[in-house]
């Protein structure tokens, strides 16, 4: 078995990304919008060659969401990928763990893409990483520089490790926020039950069954139907 030694500043590397984002994922009450507008801008300081960074979603390739960029020219990207449903992001979210563009002036794949990011903004190399993101959503992690050839096999690595942990870090913020949701939903139903339960003299089978029918012929969601019943001033009529 051979071993292959990995340089000492590229593990110092390594590590520093891992804390990095262990400390996101371990912040008390830190939404997903947080974190991953604090990732990409890790990104951009960790990732060496990296001017920019931002993040790309999509479900279908037909709507395209950047919910983070250091700077406005990924976003800009991001809206010529949406214009063309073609582009380096893209590719990496849905077909390719890893797409690297070392100069936008000879790259070949992306000729409608290619020629509005040269005309509409100065990068000339990017790096795309694929993130696994909960759901049919898929993504990339993008970095950008405005000089060719700004990206190494080192670029490539670190890239690969931070987007990995970036996944885990953001999929976990989702789920955090998801469950708060879904406690604060239930507190405000049983209120909602109570309320009924109290008022009509009926137990929590049937206040729900009330709950679900106002629901239902107001076609207004559930939730809302307690909301606005918690939230009611005792006596008020409509």
């Known amino acids: 078995m051979v071993k292959v030694s990995v340089p000492a500043d590229m593990q110092a590397a390594h590590l520093r990304v891992a804390e990095l984002v262990?400390?996101?994922?371990?912040?008390?009450?830190?939404?997903?919008?947080?974190?991953?507008a604090e990732l990409a801008e890790h990104a951009a300081v960790e990732i060496p060659g990296a001017q920019y960074a931002g993040i790309t979603l999509t479900r279908n390739a037909k709507h395209i969401d950047t919910p983070a960029a250091t700077h406005h020219w990924p976003v800009l990207l991001d809206k010529i990928q949406q214009r063309y449903r073609e582009g380096p992001c893209l590719t990496a979210a849905w077909e390719?763990?890893?797409?690297?563009?070392?100069?936008?002036?000879?790259?070949?794949?992306?000729?409608?893409?290619?020629?509005d990011a040269l005309t509409e903004t100065p990068i000339r190399s990017i790096m795309a990483f694929q993130m696994f993101i909960?759901?049919?959503?898929?993504?990339?992690?993008?970095?950008?520089?405005?000089?060719?050839?700004?990206?190494?096999?080192?670029?490539?690595?670190?890239?690969?490790?931070?987007?990995?942990?970036?996944?885990?870090?953001?999929?976990?913020?989702?789920?955090?926020?998801?469950?708060?949701?879904?406690?604060?939903?239930?507190?405000?139903?049983?209120?909602?039950?109570?309320?009924?339960?109290?008022?009509?003299?009926?137990?929590?089978?049937?206040?729900?069954?009330?709950?679900?029918?106002?629901?239902?012929?107001?076609?207004?969601?559930?939730?809302?139907?307690?909301?606005e019943l918690v939230t009611k001033p005792e006596g008020r009529d409509g």
């Open 96 to 115: 390719e763990k890893t797409i690297h563009v070392p100069d936008l002036e000879t790259e070949p794949r992306f000729p409608n893409y290619r020629r």
């Open 134 to 227: 909960a759901g049919e959503t898929v993504g990339a992690l993008n970095v950008y520089s405005d000089h060719p050839a700004a990206f190494s096999a080192e670029s490539r690595t670190l890239g690969l490790i931070f987007a990995a942990h970036s996944s885990v870090a953001w999929n976990s913020a989702r789920r955090d926020e998801q469950f708060r949701r879904a406690l604060s939903s239930r507190d405000v139903i049983g209120q909602a039950k109570g309320m009924i339960m109290e008022r009509y003299g009926v137990d929590a089978v049937q206040a729900f069954a009330v709950l679900r029918k106002l629901s239902q012929d107001s076609n207004v969601p559930l939730i809302q139907v307690a909301t």
């Open 22 to 36: 262990q400390g996101l994922h371990n912040r008390p009450d830190t939404d997903s919008d947080t974190v991953v």
